[in-house]
C-alpha cells in the first residue's frame, strides 16, 4: 500500500516536471524583447509612464491594483488580458467571476487610460497584456524608487514616518531589514 502511494506520487512529480519543462521550452522560443513597440509605436514607454505617473500621483493605491490585476490575469491561463474583457447578457467573462469581483479599479482604470492614450498615438498595435506588464513593472520601479529614498536614512533617524508602527511607535522594527540591509 505504501509502496503504490510513493508510485503514485513519483508519477504525479513527473507529470508536472514534463509540463513544467515543455511550459518553459516553449516560453524560450517565443524571444520576446523589451524594444518590442520601438518602431511600431515610438512613444508606447513614453505614454504608459505618463499614464501610470499621473495616475499614481492621485491614487497611491495604483501600483497594487495594477500588481494585482496582473496576478489575476497572468496566472492562471497566461497573461492574455481576459480580465479586462466585460460580460455579456450571454457570457459571464472572466473579470465578473466571483474570484476578480474584489479586484480594485484603479488596476482597470490605468490600463483603459493607457489604451486610450495608446489607441490615439498608434492605433490598433499595442496590445492590452503588453500595457499592463509594462504599467506593473513600471508601477513597481516607481514604488522602490520611493521606498528606497524614504528609507535611506532609517538608521539615523527612527522617527521616519513610514517606519511608525501603531503598536510600536518611534521603532524601527523590521528585524530582516535590520540586520541584512537590503535598502
Known amino acids: 500500500m505504501a509502496e503504490q502511494s510513493q508510485l503514485n506520487n513519483l508519477t504525479i512529480t513527473i507529470i508536472i ?3 513544467t519543462f515543455q511550459s518553459l521550452s516553449s516560453a524560450a522560443e517565443s524571444h520576446l524583447t ?8 515610438l512613444k508606447f514607454l513614453d505614454i504608459i509612464r505618463e499614464t501610470i505617473t ?4 492621485s491614487t497611491p493605491t495604483t501600483a497594487a491594483a495594477t500588481l494585482r490585476l496582473f496576478f489575476h490575469d497572468c496566472f492562471p491561463n497566461g497573461c492574455d488580458a481576459s480580465a479586462l474583457v466585460s460580460s455579456t447578457t450571454f457570457n459571464t467573462a ?15 482604470d490605468v490600463v483603459i487610460r493607457a489604451k486610450t492614450a495608446l489607441e490615439l498615438a498608434c492605433p490598433n498595435t499595442v496590445s ?7 504599467a506593473v513593472r513600471d508601477l513597481l520601479v516607481t514604488v522602490a524608487v520611493a521606498l528606497k ?6 538608521k539615523n533617524d527612527p522617527t521616519i514616518s513610514v517606519f511608525n508602527d501603531v503598536m510600536t511607535p518611534n521603532k524601527f522594527d523590521n528585524m530582516y531589514l535590520q540586520t541584512n540591509s537590503i535598502i
Open 128 to 134: 492590452c497584456s503588453d500595457i499592463i506588464a509594462v
Open 17 to 19: 516536471l514534463c509540463f
Open 54 to 57: 499621473n495616475k499614481h500621483v
Open 149 to 154: 529614498k524614504a528609507c535611506s536614512n532609517y
Open 94 to 108: 472572466e473579470r465578473d467571476s466571483s474570484i476578480n469581483l474584489s479586484l480594485p479599479g484603479d488596476g482597470f
Open 34 to 41: 523589451v524594444d518590442f513597440y520601438s518602431k511600431s509605436c
